[in-house]
């Protein structure tokens, strides 16, 4: 081996005095390396620039994208959804649940390892705290050492970085739910309603503390998700895994007797890289996100010690065991989860397409259900109860198809305006003369439709009660 190799690899091994498997009791510093799943985790990141530009996107002069929970709907682009709408909400966690399970039953916790906000938010201020404090010796040093005034300078700089993301995670996250300029203002003005300091102050808390303090704790401690993972594996999901067949016995790599030892050269890099504090070689851990840096890691020293890469990959158990992995879509678990996300994104779809403009719904009055007139002709009572979930208001008129004899009594009501966005009850009557009707009980069409435009038009079924 080169001897500028083996001087590499005896600062490693100095390093691994530092790297300890996470018990909870010390903050972890990991070491930061390049490699391919470092750089998958930084694209990852960089899906989440999307969450903090998005409130300022605008459409039609407002904000394109706003929960606006006041008047009880959700903009989306040209799309409004209202509470009668709500059931595609729940086609959506459906499809957001199973996408997940869906994942995770094929390569383990990539939602942990790559995308989750805990993560990616813990990675950012680490980052940080790398740049400011050094590397994780110096960064010990640092925590070790008495206060002096370049400690305070350094711990200040870094935790005043640290609050304005959370700071600006805040705000963003408020944005969703308030016009974001309107919001921006109210803050620096301090004329922000109670709600949005009270979403302010917990987002700040929130991230400050899970990112920065607490980090790999929440994922340990805090997440539920670590616990239900493991029904949701199986012995086909690839995860990152110490091939223990190569590996073993481990040793380090000094002098003669080496070669009788596995590839794992007892460096602890893949130790000292994880952010959870595991070691890989242990086997599969709760601790594990499967983020891939311990096969950066590993890779980079097997090509130093030029053995093959891969003592640390991307593998099932059964293939570690020597059997053939089955493909994705012999998978029941698969199967079963992707016949699921497709019904729901189906149901999605078909309700996204179909959302009419007018919904509508005729009550009948119950006290009483009928009123017989001096006249000997009787007359029901009905309450209109339309949303006009069109953006300008409708001039409506209401007929209606009903055997010959049943009429709309009270002319006035026959033609409204339907405010935008506003479910006002109308009150309408017909009247019949009971001996035109055979039934008890007559079927009768209620037609709402635009006086401007006629197409816009909505049915609802209801009866006419003839009385004794
Ligand atoms: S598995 Fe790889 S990185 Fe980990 S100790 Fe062994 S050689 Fe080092
Ligand atoms: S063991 Fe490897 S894959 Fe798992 S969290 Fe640690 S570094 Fe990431």
Redesign the pocket.
Known sequence: MPENTQDKLEDIYKEAAYSHINTGDETIHAKRITGRFRTYKWYASALYILFFITPYFRWEGSQAILFDIPHRQFHFWSLTIWPQDVWMLSLVLILLAITLFAATAVLGRVWC?YFCFQTIWTDWFTWIEDKIEGNPIQRRKLDNTPWTMRKIRLKLFKHSLWMLISILTGVTFAAYFADVYGLWHSYLTLNAPLIAWSVLAAFIFFTYVFAGLMREQVCFWLCPYARIQSVMVDKDTE??TYDISRGEPRGKLRGKGSDARGDCIDCHL?VG????????REGM?E?????????D?CDSIMEKVDRPKGL?RYASRKEMDGETLPTLFKRPRVVTYSIILLLSMLGILYGLTHIPPIELSIVHERQPLFIQMSDGSVENKYTIKAVNKTPEDLHMRVTIVAPEGIKISKRENAEVILKSGKIIPLPIFLTARPEMLVEKQTPVRFILESIEKPTMRVEYESVFIKGR
């Open positions: 390892g995860m990152p893949c890289v994880c952010p959870t504090g595991v070691d890989i851990s601790g594990c996100i499967t983020c891939g840096m311990c096969i890691a640390i």
